[in-house]
């Protein structure tokens, strides 16, 4: 094709002038690359390095890290999302999620409340072993249970079990410090009094904020107590939050209590538009799902193959996830609850048990991928990183 | 002996075709990928019980098996034409201002014609002329571009050369007296990002011509669907892809292209390069500035990046019917002036105008029985995106999202009370996950003068290739055109 033919086009040598124009006197209208990483940094920075700059005891079980930025800057964060954090403990590098607990009035400093779980590893070492002035790193703040104005309105009820507090905290303190328009129903379950965490800011706070109730919900009352007790049911739910019609529920506790709560929320007619919920962790023992196989005992092991190399062993009962991390293979991730595709990795061969609700794309499932956080070895595997 | 043949950076549209074009023939390739997923725009992300789409709108260029477009071939090379559920839209858009006009193509010729003019019946006549002109100019254009007519000339090609660089905008006043008209047979000019007052006439006319002739397509379980489907043929092939590793340098030695080095710092060592990354990235910041030639570094200045957008994801707990949606794509003006609607493209103002898509109503399986997704998009420019303090950011997005659900609201009303999940993307969102400057997924702007006509794709050292929006066009067909390109090129500099 005879190039000069595009001479011929009408306009083609008026174009050409105003290019040559525009390279002489080309001001850079193109801003370095630097600018990009530099404003994605502001918001979401790969990685944080924190200094633990305070420790206070909440309960006799659980403890308020504070975080201040060991260099550079914290980003915002929506009241209600977590940080990962990043730990090596025992020669295993690992990390879990923990909401953010302070407010988002001010980005000074991020709070974490961390409460003992039995057998715990990473809140046992948090626990324990890290003290004021030790230095960490954690993810930039993540999450998707936090307002929508768009959307949830301005009467809100919050149900909480034992550390599911921490997100409602962050959203407690920014409304009544804020004196937003919301009015917040607080309800929240523990087992004993003495597990109420921030129960004393909790009262003062409903004190001063007609826009603030908060019930306490004991499940194993000490005698002579003479509270609500019991479980969050939906005769309580109605009692304590009133007429139900144009409110958000937001609900925060484990996988148990979110179900069960669910479960009083259908009796109640709420709708899945009208309800949020945050899983603080997969099920206790994946292996009392409804559809475990009988055949998969929770101890058992297998082989797991790595992109046709290294071997490691895995057991039914826990995430591959951390399987792998104890063989000292690190995967990407942040939620630890299947919602968020960071560690997502290829099966090529084998079966995995997946609970039900993890967060996996349509397309993914049928090319073979999983969240490795939440995906439960039922036979010997053959994985892709 | 290098590691690899060819190693493709970025997995967006452009690198994943390059990426299976290469392995198909036999080279070895790797695909480094930054995120955890590939597709760059082509992917989806959960929210609730809802998986949405990222970026597809309408496909372009497929065609029907019977009368196939340049992508159905091109798909078809790629391994991943049966590997994917097409579903095809009979209707290009519905557009209007509420309460002004409101009038719905379908997408065929005849039944374009015949909606104008009942419609605008006191311009027939000119709409009769205008389309003819639009289907003669496009057939010039594809024999004198896809076919390759040696002879192409003035007289042989009359109206091309006549309507080729003149504005959409200036044809659409040389025909046309009701503004509504013109706003109806000009509404896809969100999809190139310019108003018809700067989108060249070739853009505009290819853009109606070729929805209709060829169709608008959307995909079962999304354009993540495709990535994956193309990643898989990719494997098959016997290709290599790493997920979570941005590539941080090409290197060069000798004026060549010989590898790249990883975030971690890995390095690896290949006899080409392709970058799906911007333009901007790739000269600028992966090779060395000083490898780029003066002169290449000023045709770049010359340029200007295309827009971003904000898309308000909304998962709805009730079928499209119920709301009254019953076309896939409808656009929604407030007034007529279209150049106005572009300025406010830099502003924080409420938007004037905003693309409305229901992928239920043409696949009633793409949501869950009972519900429906919907996503709002209206184009804007990142500057002044980049000027707001952190900490208020939340609530300008929230603020300009209202603005659109505000518009959804006008036209099908129980709109915000059928919401169930809404998320929403801004030019920071799609800066942070693609990486490009400007968050721009159209590349650079499209003028007249951004056409191939007048820049060709050069490379500032041997052995470096670009596949995606940057290179051309934005867009799913012409990413992904420009990846088998891409490919083909790699493997003649190989051969040499
Ligand atoms: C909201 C929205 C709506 C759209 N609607 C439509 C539509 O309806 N129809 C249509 O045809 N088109 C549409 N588009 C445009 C289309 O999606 C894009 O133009 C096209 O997909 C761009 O493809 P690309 O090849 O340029 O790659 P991109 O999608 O831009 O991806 C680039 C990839 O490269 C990766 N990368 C970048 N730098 C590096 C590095 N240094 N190392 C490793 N990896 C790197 C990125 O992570 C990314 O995955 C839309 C886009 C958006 C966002
Ligand atoms: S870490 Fe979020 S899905 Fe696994």
Redesign the interface.
């Known amino acids: 094709?005879?190039r000069d033919?595009?001479t011929?086009?009408?306009?083609?040598r008026e174009?050409?002038k105003?290019?040559s124009v525009?390279?002489k006197y080309?001001?850079?209208?193109?801003?370095?690359?630097?600018?990009?990483t530099r404003?994605?940094d502001?918001?979401?920075p790969k990685r944080i390095k924190m200094r633990v700059s305070e420790i206070r005891e909440e309960t006799p079980d659980a403890r308020t890290l504070r975080f201040v930025p060991a260099e550079g800057y914290l980003?915002?964060f929506?009241a209600g999302q977590y940080i990962n954090v990043y730990i090596t403990a025992k020669g295993i590098r690992t990390a879990r999620p923990y909401s953010i607990s302070s407010s988002p009035f001010q980005?000074a400093y991020y709070e974490i409340t961390i409460k003992r779980v039995t057998g715990g590893f990473v809140s046992s070492y948090l626990l324990d072993t890290v003290n004021p002035g030790d230095d960490l790193e954690t993810s930039g703040p993540e999450g998707?249970f936090y307002y929508?104005?768009?959307?949830h309105g301005n009467d809100l009820v919050f149900i909480a079990g034992g550390s599911g507090i921490t997100p409602f905290m962050s959203m407690i303190r920014e409304v009544t410090d804020r004196g937003h328009d919301r009015t917040i129903h607080l309800i929240y379950g523990n087992r004993s009094p003495d597990n109420i965490i921030f129960d004393a800011e909790l009262k003062e706070r409903a004190q001063r904020h007609t826009n603030l109730t908060v019930a306490n919900i004991i499940s194993e009352p000490p005698k002579g107590y003479d509270g609500y007790c019991g479980l969050i049911t939906s005769e309580l739910i109605q009692k304590i939050a009133g007429d139900i019609s144009g409110k958000m529920f937001y609900l925060c506790g484990s996988e148990e209590m979110n179900r069960f709560c669910r479960e009083e929320f259908a009796k109640l007619n709420i709708?899945?538009?009208h309800i949020r919920s945050d899983s603080f962790g997969l099920p206790g023992d994946i292996t009392l799902e409804p559809d475990w196989p009988a055949s998969v005992r929770k101890n058992e092991s297998f082989i797991v193959m790595l992109n046709g190399g290294v071997s490691l062993t895995a057991f039914a009962g826990e995430p591959l996830i951390n399987a792998l991390e104890r063989a000292g293979i690190t995967v990407?991730n942040s939620c630890r609850t299947g919602?968020c595709?960071?560690c997502?990795i290829r099966l090529v061969s084998g079966e995995v048990f997946q609970p039900a609700g993890v967060?996996v794309?349509?397309?993914?499932r049928?090319?073979g991928?999983i969240h490795a956080c939440a995906s439960y070895p039922l036979t010997d595997l053959k994985i892709m990183i | 002996m290098p590691d690899y043949d060819a190693i493709v950076i970025g997995a967006g549209n452009g690198g994943l075709s390059a990426a299976a074009g290469l392995a198909r023939r036999g080279i070895r390739t790797l695909l480094c990928e930054r995120h955890n997923v590939p597709g760059g725009c082509a992917t989806s992300f959960i929210r609730g019980r809802f998986e949405f789409e990222v970026a597809l709108h309408q496909l372009s260029g497929l065609g029907t098996p019977d009368k196939p477009g340049p992508l159905r071939g091109l798909l078809q090379q790629i391994g991943v034409i049966d590997q994917i559920d097409f579903v095809e839209e009979d209707t290009l858009y519905r557009t209007g201002i509420p309460g002004v006009f409101d009038v719905t193509l379908k997408a065929d010729r005849s039944e374009i014609v015949h909606a104008l003019k009942e419609k605008f019946p006191s311009e027939k006549k000119a709409i009769e002329n205008f389309i003819g002109l639009v289907w003669e100019f496009c057939h010039q254009l594809i024999s004198i571009y896809y076919f390759r007519d040696q002879h192409a000339s003035k007289d042989r090609y009359p109206l091309y050369f006549k309507y080729a660089l003149k504005t959409g905008g200036q044809v659409l006043d040389e025909f046309f007296e009701d503004p509504c008209l013109k706003m109806a047979i000009a509404s896809y000019w969100g999809y190139v990002g310019l108003p018809p007052s700067r989108i060249s006439f070739s853009d505009l006319a290819m853009l109606l011509w070729a929805y209709t002739e060829f169709k608008p397509y959307h995909m079962k379980g999304g354009s993540q669907a495709l990535s994956n489907a193309i990643v898989d043929s990719f494997l098959k092939a016997g290709g290599n892809v790493r997920f979570n590793c941005g590539v941080k340098k090409i290197i060069v030695s000798g004026g060549k292209a010989v590898g790249v080095i990883t975030e971690y710092g890995d390095e690896i060592r290949a006899r080409s390069v392709i970058s799906n990354a911007s333009t901007i990235s790739t000269y600028t910041d992966l090779i060395d500035p000083e490898t780029v030639s003066p002169a290449m570094l000023k045709k770049l200045a010359s340029r200007t990046l295309g827009p971003s957008a904000v898309s308000v994801y909304c998962g709805l707990d009730c079928e499209p019917g119920d709301l009254g949606i019953e076309v896939s794509t409808r656009f929604i003006s407030l007034n007529t002036d279209m150049d106005r609607q572009f300025a406010l493209c830099r502003t924080f103002d409420s938007p004037e105008m905003c693309g409305l898509t229901c992928y239920d109503v043409a696949d009633p399986e793409f949501s869950p029985a009972g519900a429906c997704q919907v996503v709002l998009i209206s184009l804007q420019y990142a500057d002044h995106w980049y000027q707001i303090p952190p900490m208020q950011y939340a609530d300008t997005k929230y603020r300009f999202a209202k603005g659109l659900l505000d518009i959804a609201e006008l036209v099908h009303p129980g709109f915000k009370d059928s919401i169930e999940e809404v998320e929403v993307s801004t030019p920071l969102t799609h800066l942070r996950y693609l990486g490009h400057p400007g968050g721009s997924f159209y590349g650079f702007d499209q003028y007249a003068k951004d056409s191939n006509l007048f820049v060709s794709p050069l490379s500032p050292v041997q052995g470096l290739y670009s596949a995606g929006a940057w290179v051309g066009m934005g867009g799913f067909q012409p990413a992904l055109e420009s990846g088998a390109a891409a490919a083909k090129a790699v493997c003649r500099y190989l051969e040499e």
Not at chain 1, 26 to 36: D, H, W, Y
Not at chain 1, 148 to 151: A, G
């Open positions: 094709m005879n033919f595009r011929e086009i009408e306009g083609y174009i050409e105003e290019l525009l390279q080309a001001i850079q209208n193109i801003r370095p690359q630097e600018l990009v404003i994605t502001r918001f979401h980003p915002p929506h980005t998707h929508n104005p768009l959307f709708q899945a538009k990407p919602e595709s960071l997502r967060k794309r349509k397309s993914d049928r090319f991928y």
